[in-house]
């Protein structure tokens, strides 16, 4: 005979409430629970990131097409204002590290 008693159902789920600094977190990454053996149990934020991935990737292709088209219309006499170089190479380092990713 079986000696394990069952647990009596929940009668109130339980409900985690995230600081700023804990949500911020969150948006960054998952929050995975497991089991004491370690399996893997739930995994929430996943779709949250991937959401977040795959519209920074089209912004992302988007900003390198205008940048094309940029640099097709630019000629050696035109001089680009500081703040649209500096643009630029923020972009283009985003545009890099995105690359390494892949």
Known sequence: MDNVTPL????????IKLDQLQFAFYQQSKIEIQSPE?????????EINRQRD????????????????????V???IKLPARA????????SRVNEFLMKR
């Open 85 to 92: 170089v500096t643009g630029l190479a923020d972009l283009m």
């Open 54 to 73: 795959e519209d920074l990737h089209f912004q992302l292709l988007e900003q390198v097409g205008l940048l094309e088209v940029l640099f097709e219309q």
């Open 38 to 46: 370690g399996m893997c149990l739930a995994r929430i934020g996943e």
């Open 75 to 77: 000629n050696d006499d």
């Open 8 to 15: 009596p159902p929940p009668s109130h789920p339980c409900v």
